[in-house]
């Protein structure tokens, strides 16, 4: 059903279909009892979000008619706010779960990736927990034991084969559980965020995996919040917004789509009720605003004027090792930076009860002429994330003539630093050196 | 755009393909009862094996007497029931040493509340799996019975030493035992699947499962023979499976001072009738409830 112009590169993709999704549903239903448990959390947090729109009370469509189709060798993109049905898309057609109405059909040896290291225990040695884990992954003993050397090579942790994984580092044992997930060799595979764990440089490897799968013809259905990832290695994507399939097309096209439509917030967001219900029980976020240097609210600022980032929010219950963030997305999904209220302690701090507002001071003269998005995330550093609004906030920086630039001088790149230079006359330099020798 | 067909939520069949041996699964809402599931269960054969052997491999971990804690524990249970019922109350065994007479009852029982318990709490105690990855449910249990085998060895083979030391003639009644295994082994899946089921939704189930099990215990013949059992009153200790086993087992092993003659076949064969059932509805309750665990756990 969506045939929309591929890319260059994909036209060879004759391929036949190989998933085929044809009006799925899934429906929950919001009982006291499904709410009780934590674990439901997962699935349901982000779904709660449409309790009130559509649907009968008590229940919600996390996937509302879903339909499309992927042919062999595709790499497909799934873009969409948190608790639009992504992730209860992969569930589905991963089997986890059953879909409520609608059928879906997959040829080929599926794999899903929904979590890296699903299944390690603690108590196990690295080498037993890649047989364990590859079983669980659903490769054969056989399999694995061909791919052993690879795989530990892979996570770098040849020296601690045979330590429990309790004694690793969190990043040995997030490189150890990607290792063995890269290795698998499905004809299908359904890969949900798992690349948002690990250090920077092995993201980057990671990325680049995926990349080689990717290449090597097989079929890949990927989730992620990192829109420049898709953008790199997904020519087509799908945005999924509230159950429902938003559009499809080209990922460049449908990145821009979807930023589009998020930042409508412009400078100032508050979180409606939908919102709310999704947010921890622990902490609400009650606004989010952009603030000129003056303290007046705006979502447009000159290249070399400062502004801040404000979130005020509420901690229902004394909490500890609380962190507030924000990340800056140019629009074409290349996350510019980063910054945590924690930053100049390196770690969060305990609240008690109470409302709260960070501040954030960000200079002038750091980012060039374009639009930025701002995604604003709360948590709890290794422990839990407790809120997160992709693109809440979206502002444009505006090209000025002052500060040493001339209007209409543009520069490449997402930054705009002003940086010191130096100029001395060298010949000059040079004429003394030869009349002092 | 429902299919009309009953066909179970995820079938996976071959096909035949050109370029690749590719299989064709279908999702779709189950509609009727779900099947067994058994070709998809030796497919995941060796997942199987690998969950059993975390459990064995994870459970004495740590401890400083590891494995020896397997034998260990039917043993300091023999000791305290040897004092307290054998020397104290006195129990009748019908002339067998009081400890072999309750070490012979303690091993399957110890297999029994093991396996039960473990398959009963196993799907909670999996749920980062089940809700993160595809396999069928079934494998969970069935590896809850199987690594509680290896206890059971470990504890069989210290009844043996034991009867050897107590000089006890073994007779050919022992052929009889792997089918009263096979019983305990039964009753365990059978009562844990319904356990591990409602367990997904109602959480009751783990602060149950140890209160069942104690109530359990006395109400089978493990520290007293079914013998201190009216006669007439038999049939209905034999509703429970355990009684058939438990009595079973002193019977293939002390059969010189038995407790369960030939004569009780019938109520053995109830018992075993009754294990069965709760076995083939448990399964039943198990995979038409199997499409909710992954939301509800």
């Given at each position: 059903m969506i045939s929309e112009p591929k890319e260059p590169g994909l036209t060879q993709l004759t391929g036949e279909t190989v998933v085929r999704v044809e009006r799925l549903s899934k429906v929950y239903r919001i009982g006291a009892t499904q709410l009780r448990h934590n674990t439901l959390r997962d699935a349901l947090v982000s779904t709660l979000k449409r309790t009130g729109k559509g649907g009968n009370s008590g229940t919600l469509r996390?996937?509302?008619?879903?339909?499309?189709?992927?042919?062999?060798?595709?790499?497909?993109?799934?873009?969409?706010?948190?608790?639009?049905?992504?992730?209860?898309?992969?569930?589905?057609?991963?089997?986890?779960?059953?879909?409520?109405?609608?059928?879906?059909?997959?040829?080929?040896?599926?794999?899903?990736?929904?979590?890296?290291?699903?299944?390690?225990?603690?108590?196990?040695?690295?080498?037993?927990?890649?047989?364990?884990?590859?079983?669980?992954?659903?490769?054969?003993?056989?399999?694995?034991?061909?791919?052993?050397?690879?795989?530990?090579?892979?996570?770098?942790?040849?020296?601690?084969?045979?330590?429990?994984?309790?004694?690793?580092?969190?990043?040995?044992?997030?490189?150890?559980?990607?290792?063995?997930?890269?290795?698998?060799?499905?004809?299908?595979?359904?890969?949900?965020?798992?690349?948002?764990?690990?250090?920077?440089?092995?993201?980057?490897?990671?990325?680049?995996?995926?990349?080689?799968?990717?290449?090597?013809?097989?079929?890949?259905?990927?989730?992620?919040?990192?829109?420049?990832?898709?953008?790199?290695?997904?020519?087509?994507?799908?945005?999924?917004?509230?159950?429902?399939?938003?559009?499809?097309?080209?990922?460049?096209?449908?990145?821009?789509?979807?930023?589009?439509?998020?930042?409508?917030?412009?400078?100032?967001?508050?979180?409606?009720?939908?919102?709310?219900?999704?947010?921890?029980?622990?902490?609400?976020?009650?606004?989010?605003?952009?603030?000129?240097?003056a303290g007046s609210r705006a979502s447009r600022f000159q290249m070399d004027e400062s502004f801040s980032i404000e979130v005020a929010y509420s901690v229902l219950s004394s909490l500890e090792n609380l962190r507030v963030g924000f990340t800056i997305t140019a629009d074409d999904g290349t996350v510019v930076f980063e910054s945590k209220d924690t930053d100049p302690a390196d770690y969060g701090r305990s609240y008690a009860a109470g409302n709260y507002t960070a501040r954030c001071h960000v200079p002038g003269n750091l980012l060039n002429a374009g639009r930025y998005y701002v995604t604003l995330i709360v948590d709890r550093p290794h422990q839990e994330l407790l809120f997160r609004r992709d693109q809440a906030l979206s502002f444009a920086i505006q090209a000025t003539d002052g500060a040493g630039l001339r209007a209409g001088d543009t520069r490449l790149g997402l930054v705009r630093p002003i940086l010191e230079w130096s100029c001395e006359d060298t010949l000059e330099e040079a004429r003394q050196q030869n009349a002092d020798s | 755009m429902l299919r009309t067909s009953d066909r179970a939520a995820a079938v996976t069949t071959s096909v035949e393909r050109p370029r690749t041996a590719a299989s064709l699964t279908i999702i779709e809402p189950t509609r009727g009862i779900a099947s067994l599931q058994l070709r998809a269960l030796w497919e995941y054969r060796e997942l199987l094996g690998f969950l059993a052997w975390r459990d064995i491999k994870v459970r004495y971990k740590q401890t400083a007497l590891g494995i020896a804690w397997i034998a260990l524990q039917p043993l300091l249970s023999t000791v305290v029931f040897t004092l307290v019922f054998g020397v104290l109350l006195e129990v009748p065994t019908n002339g067998a040493p009081y400890a072999l007479f309750s070490l012979a009852a303690l091993v399957p029982w110890h297999?029994?509340?093991?396996?039960?318990?473990?398959?009963?709490?196993?799907?909670?105690?999996?749920?980062?799996?089940?809700?993160?990855?595809?396999?069928?449910?079934?494998?969970?249990?069935?590896?809850?019975?199987?690594?509680?085998?290896?206890?059971?060895?470990?504890?069989?083979?210290?009844?043996?030493?034991?009867?050897?030391?107590?000089?006890?003639?073994?007779?050919?009644?022992?052929?009889?035992?792997?089918?009263?295994?096979?019983?305990?082994?039964?009753?365990?899946?059978?009562?844990?699947?319904?356990?591990?089921?409602?367990?997904?939704?109602?959480?009751?189930?783990?602060?149950?499962?140890?209160?069942?099990?104690?109530?359990?215990?006395?109400?089978?013949?493990?520290?007293?023979?079914?013998?201190?059992?009216?006669?007439?009153?038999?049939?209905?200790?034999?509703?429970?499976?355990?009684?058939?086993?438990?009595?079973?087992?002193?019977?293939?092993?002390?059969?010189?001072?038995?407790?369960v003659a030939p004569s009780s076949a019938p109520l053995v064969l109830l018992s075993a009738g009754i294990s069965l059932t709760v076995l083939v509805t448990g399964i039943v309750f198990f995979r038409n409830t199997e499409k909710t665990f992954a939301d509800l756990v």
């Open positions: 996390a996937l509302d008619n879903v339909s499309f189709e992927v042919r062999r060798g595709e790499v497909v993109g799934l873009i969409g706010r948190n608790g639009a049905g992504k992730s209860t898309l992969l569930k589905v057609l991963s089997r986890i779960t059953e879909p409520t109405e609608g059928r879906a059909e997959i040829r080929g040896r599926v794999a899903s990736l929904l979590e890296v290291g699903t299944g390690f225990h603690p108590e196990l040695t690295g080498r037993e927990n890649i047989y364990l884990n590859g079983a669980i992954l659903g490769m054969r003993r056989t399999e694995i034991a061909a791919k052993f050397d690879e795989i530990v090579e892979f996570a770098e942790i040849e020296r601690f084969l045979d330590t429990p994984v309790k004694r690793y580092s969190s990043g040995m044992y997030v490189r150890l559980a990607f290792a063995v997930a890269a290795h698998l060799e499905p004809e299908i595979l359904l890969v949900d965020e798992v690349l948002a764990v690990g250090d920077a440089a092995f993201q980057d490897r990671c990325l680049g995996k995926m990349g080689d799968v990717a290449r090597s013809g097989r079929t890949v259905l990927f989730v992620s919040h990192n829109l420049g990832a898709i953008k790199r290695l997904c020519p087509r994507s799908i945005w999924v917004d509230s159950g429902r399939i938003a559009r499809i097309g080209t990922s460049g096209d449908i990145i821009g789509a979807y930023l589009d439509s998020a930042g409508s917030h412009g400078g100032s967001w508050q979180p409606n009720d939908e919102s709310h219900d999704a947010q921890a029980r622990s902490v609400t976020v009650c606004a989010m605003n952009m603030l000129t240097k | 297999y029994f509340a093991g396996s039960l318990s473990r398959v009963g709490t196993g799907l909670v105690s999996s749920s980062n799996l089940i809700t993160k990855v595809y396999f069928p449910r079934l494998v969970i249990p069935l590896s809850g019975v199987l690594s509680t085998l290896v206890d059971f060895a470990v504890g069989f083979a210290v009844l043996l030493i034991l009867v050897f030391v107590y000089r006890v003639p073994l007779t050919p009644n022992v052929l009889w035992l792997p089918l009263f295994l096979l019983l305990a082994i039964v009753a365990a899946l059978g009562f844990g699947l319904w356990l591990a089921a409602l367990n997904v939704k109602y959480r009751d189930v783990n602060y149950l499962i140890p209160f069942l099990l104690q109530l359990w215990m006395y109400a089978t013949p493990v520290v007293y023979g079914a013998t201190l059992i009216p006669e007439e009153m038999r049939w209905l200790m034999a509703l429970n499976p355990m009684t058939a086993v438990v009595e079973g087992f002193r019977w293939c092993l002390l059969s010189g001072t038995m407790l």
